[in-house]
């Protein structure tokens, strides 16, 4: 069965309902079957769908956590190579008596 609304006056105004295929492998939903979401709308046809895309969305989002990381990274070490007199730090031995 296939859920439409209609936004409009014209034919081409029909839309299929978001719950009628899987978002991952655009199979049909069917009527009175189970449906699995993910993120309040997303809709799969089988947990297996629903992981896979999960799968899909950590690693991405690792991927661009370890990307900003060395950016980083990055910035702080030309922060430490920058020779501006405000940033030098002197070492030295303090003996007290």
């Known amino acids: 069965m296939s859920y439409y609304y209609y936004s409009g006056c014209g034919d081409d105004d029909y839309k299929p309902h978001f ?6 492998c655009s199979k049909p939903l069917g009527y009175n ?3 699995f979401m993910y993120r309040g709308n997303t809709p799969f046809c089988s947990k297996e769908c629903r992981q896979e895309q999960i799968d899909m969305d950590e690693s991405k989002a690792k991927k661009s ?21 405000s940033k030098t730090v002197q070492t030295g031995t303090v003996a007290v008596a």
């Open 19 to 24: 719950l009628e295929a899987c978002s991952l």
């Open 33 to 35: 079957s189970d449906i």
């Open 65 to 85: 956590w370890k990307l900003s990381s060395s950016s980083s990274r990055s910035a702080r070490k030309s922060e430490a190579n920058d020779s501006s007199p």
